[in-house]
C-alpha cells in the first residue's frame, strides 16, 4: 500500500518562503514522476511541478522563478520550495506520485497540506 505523507505547510506572510516535503512508503520501485499540485477554495486542482526519476523538470508558468522541486529518488521523496509567496498561492498543496509499469499506470496522491499566504 502505497502511502504520500506531506508536511511543512503553513501560514506566511507575502514574500516569505515555506518548505514543503512528501515522504513515499510502501514502494520498492522509484516513481518516475513525483510533483505538486494545489487546489484554491472554488476552483480545480492544477499542477504545480513535476519532477521524473531522471531529474526533466516542469514547472507552471505562475511559479517560475519562485517555486523549486528536487528529489531523493532513493528516498521516494519530493521537496517544494517556495520563495516570494504571494496571497494567490493559497491553496492546499497536493503531493502525487506516478509509476508506470508493463500492465498499467499508478497513480498516487497524498492528504494534502494548506499553504495560506496572508499579512
Known amino acids: 500500500q502505497v502511502q504520500l505523507v506531506e508536511s511543512g505547510g503553513g501560514l506566511v506572510q507575502p514574500g516569505g518562503s515555506l518548505r514543503l516535503s512528501c515522504a513515499a512508503s510502501?514502494?520498492?520501485?522509484?516513481?518516475?514522476?513525483m510533483g505538486w499540485y494545489r487546489q484554491a477554495p472554488g476552483k480545480e486542482r492544477e499542477l504545480v511541478t513535476t519532477i521524473t526519476s531522471t531529474g526533466r523538470i516542469n514547472y507552471a508558468d505562475s511559479v517560475k522563478g519562485r517555486f523549486s522541486i528536487s528529489r531523493a529518488n532513493a528516498k521516494n521523496t519530493v521537496y517544494l520550495q517556495m520563495t516570494s509567496l504571494k496571497p494567490e498561492d493559497t491553496a492546499v498543496y497536493y503531493c502525487?506520485?506516478?509509476?508506470?509499469?508493463?500492465?498499467?499506470?499508478?497513480?498516487?496522491w497524498g492528504q494534502g497540506t494548506q499553504v495560506t499566504v496572508s499579512s
Open positions: 502525487n506520485a506516478k509509476l508506470r509499469t508493463l500492465t498499467r499506470d499508478y497513480d498516487y
Open positions: 510502501g514502494s520498492s520501485f522509484s516513481f518516475n514522476s
